[in-house]
T-cell receptor, first 116, second 111 residues
């Protein structure tokens, strides 16, 4: 299993500003994932963050809007840039153990972002 | 959703009744998982079923998987008010490491 800490847990931000969300894992993991959950909706994968390489973004998400860092095997950040009210969502960090049997994904508690 | 649909979108039952939620997905998978989320909080992993398994039990949970129909169901027996939450299926597509989520079912169990 993996324990994931996300910071901040919530924030209220002005439109046009940027927010960086931090994700810390208690063990080394190869792949980390960032999800967005809009109000009342399911989770949508934003990107996969690999250590030592650029993140891989899903359709509809771009690096300029959601830059991601992955400086080591236990830490990642997601920045939500030039925010608008439509970016109000819960953002979740996730990891999966890889190698051998593929197991379940583990999630942080999420960052609840409100853009005003 | 990125992967598939779940039905019903919302379900309201009395305590003690059984709740059944269904999930459909689009691609071939390595495994399928079910998660619970309380009030927009983080996700709690409930159960994982591999693509070569057809049924799995964990406590009051029973999961079935039909890979020919690309569908799964989650049954919660003898429901409790504390089971009130959103339930999501999630798949690990074959050859990949992503976890892709279904649309989710909101379950409300009335005491």
């Amino acid at each position: 299993s993996a324990v994931i800490s996300q910071k901040p847990s919530r924030d209220i931000c002005q439109r046009g500003t940027s927010l960086t969300i931090q994700c810390q894992v208690d063990s080394q993991v190869t792949m980390m994932f960032w999800y967005r959950q809009q109000p009342g909706q399911s989770l949508t994968l934003i990107a996969t963050a690999n250590q030592g390489s650029e993140a891989t973004y899903e359709s509809g998400f771009v690096i300029d809007k959601f830059p991601i860092s992955r400086p080591n095997l236990t830490f990642s950040t997601l920045t939500v840039s030039n925010m608008s009210p439509e970016d109000s969502s819960i953002y979740l960090c996730s990891v999966r153990q890889t190698g051998g049997e593929i197991a379940e994904a583990f999630f942080g508690q999420g960052t609840r972002l409100t853009v005003v | 959703s990125q992967q598939g649909e779940e039905d019903p979108q919302a379900l309201s039952i009395q305590e003690g009744e059984n709740a059944t939620m269904n999930c459909s997905y689009k691609t071939s998978i390595n495994n399928l998982q079910w998660y619970r989320q309380n009030s927009g909080r983080g996700l709690v992993h409930l159960i994982l079923i591999r693509s070569n398994e057809r049924e799995k039990h964990s406590g009051r949970l029973r999961v079935t998987l039909d890979t020919s129909k690309k569908s799964s169901s989650l049954l919660i027996t003898a429901s409790r008010a504390a089971d009130t939450a959103s339930y999501f299926c999630a798949t690990a597509p074959t050859g990949g490491f992503k976890t892709i989520f279904g649309a989710g079912t909101r379950l409300f169990v009335k005491a």
